[in-house]
């Protein structure tokens, strides 16, 4: 899963189909956007769900911050085309 943003590390074992999911992610919304991932493969049968979120506030601070900061960049942005 290391080719899509937010899940490196994550390992999603398969066998005969069925996909085991018994990652820890930082946050509900991980969590769901992972399991709808793997629901969306061709070929999956079933999934046997065991996720947990385990994202302390600690953990979860520099992704917040880096998501605020690129929001914060596009605004910039936008506001210099429209000013053209």
């Known amino acids: 899963?290391?080719?899509?943003?937010?899940?490196?590390?994550?390992?999603v074992p398969v066998s005969q189909r069925v996909v085991a999911l018994s990652e820890n992610v930082?946050?509900?919304t991980a969590q769901d956007d992972l399991t709808q991932i793997v629901n969306i493969a061709a070929g999956?049968?079933?999934i046997e769900n065991a996720i947990e979120v385990s994202g302390t506030p600690k953990?979860?601070?520099?992704?917040a911050v880096e998501r605020?900061?690129?929001?914060?960049?596009n605004l910039i942005t936008?506001?210099?085309?429209?000013?053209?």
């Open 1 to 11: 899963m290391r080719e899509i943003d937010g899940f490196e590390g994550i390992t």
């Open 26 to 28: 930082l946050n509900n």
């Open 44 to 46: 999956v049968l079933a």
């Open 59 to 63: 953990a979860r601070l520099p992704p």
């Open 68 to 73: 605020i900061h690129d929001r914060g960049r």
């Open 78 to 84: 936008i506001a210099g085309t429209k000013s053209l």
